[in-house]
């Protein structure tokens, strides 16, 4: 008898690790899958063991309701009767489920973000994300940049009187509409990647902030079975027909009372004076989504282009009736590929982003930079019609003297400006790096492995390794200060340091080591502007981005507010000073509590994602 239980347990070690878990959601969110007719979406997901919440190595879900001051009961989505159903059917009544799609829906953010990144994201015990599907009563969801980005999601009773095509008083639960779960999920990782981001230093921050969140929630449609297909069927491959394919949060928008979805992906007509007068952060996001997705649709309606020819014998003019399956099936794959596309290009901006300080234009500068290093064709001509798309919205980099690709691209540092990277760093990080990707191979190819549990000693070892290469950068830094753009005499924070390997057109593969440097200006600064600025910090910094070898080829930097000096890293700490100060004087003007708020925090205390996020 022995033997017999010896052998089972070989036999069940001996099984291959899965390498994905599909997982039913919702297919946008309750509202629109039941209008569609098809409740249930099933994606795919990377797999990993997960322990009740769920909780994975990445992400932990609590069910806390703080309103109710109470735990719902966590699904086990490693119990045999859920694993054989793909997890628990779509149900707004069942909590777990609900814990169930905000893991499943971030999960496949976390591998977009992984993908686009060329790494794998490395969150490990505390530092995980934390996703709270019931977090408090109140028609909102937010990130909460105070709490290591942890996501809240809030529920609601639809609107009595205007409630959409939701019931009058019905329960709505953010954590059910993808574009939500996706939305603030996209805020958190942005936090991870550029903390600083969270302090608003001018018009631009807060608005890329819900741009891009809004950006990535749309493009994560393309990733949905069948929504893509029907869309493209009904609106006979238009993919600027409204329909939730291009709308975010329907159910949201129209519970809230509002009438419609919350937001497009469609802004109005382009108009390059709109981004003057819109200073409202999601109002002015939303021009820099409309820019995205304009370029985007051009793109795919030049993919499709021989398609439409091929299947119209040339005249460009579709049959009456419904399209050939055939056709619909390829127009989709077309518009996927370019989804995922944009997508990728938009995630990788971050390679190159400052710091501190982001505008809508660096964005654009970076994202340009980025792509132009992997496919420097533009063959599907992505680049250009970003660019254009820009251009019609008014968005233009402040320091660039024309449109041109060469003009956007952030320059690439000179001959020996700078020594390189310390060897013992780039091998470091690069050997950290590539032995993530081996582990889950999904970030370069689209098979990924199964995730590796890591030990309290492996944690330790690299911990101590982590902090021993900081410690170098900051000697380099140091060093080379003025060619790095940072102000010598004040304290440069390390602030992150990674490797991304990165393919792009024929079989190109690209190593990059990027740094991130930090200072904050002299306190004397802070005592004197600080009540002006009430809360507003005066930061400055750099991106590095050197090569596989530790060579510098970029260098992306805010200069560090300053009052006086001469040369022109002072004046552009001027500079910097002044526009900072003239940002929140304006914003100071327009906000009716200002007066009423502690001096210290006269800004931050009104202008905060717990603020602003009041539409999400
Ligand atoms: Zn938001």
Redesign the pocket.
Known sequence: MGDTAKGTAERTLNYPEPVRRQLQIYAIDPMVARLSGSETVTISVPYEPLQPGPAGELLQVIDFDASADCYYEPVDLEDRRILLTDGLPPSERDPRFHQQMVYAVVSALLENFERGLGRRLRWRGDKRLRAFPHAFRGPNA?FDPDNDGSILFGYFRADRRDPGRNLPGQNVFTCLSHDIIV??AT?ALVHRLRERYKDPTNLDVYAF??GF?DVVALFQHFTLPDLLARHIQQNRTDLTARSPLVELAEQFGEGSGSGRALRSAMGAAPDPMALARTFEP?GRGSIMVAAVFDAFFSVYQRSIADLLRIATSGTGVLPEGALHPDLVARVAAEARATAQRMLTLCIRSFQFLPPVDVTMGAFLRSAVTADRNLYPADESGLRGALVEAFRRRGIYPDDITSLSEEALLWPEVSGRALPPIPGDVVDYVVQETAAGLQESRGVLEDAPGARRRETKADLDRRRRANAEAAAQLSAYARKNAGALGLDPDLKIRVEGFNASFLSGSRGRVRVEVVIRLVQSAPEELHEKFGPRLGGVPLRGGCTVVADGTGEVRYVVSRAVPCAAGRGPLAEAGQARLAATLGFVDAVTGHDAFGPWADPKERVTSTLN?ARI?GG?
Do not use: Q
């Open positions: 937010r939305h603030e805020h902030h819900e969140a999601h994602f996020d999400w």
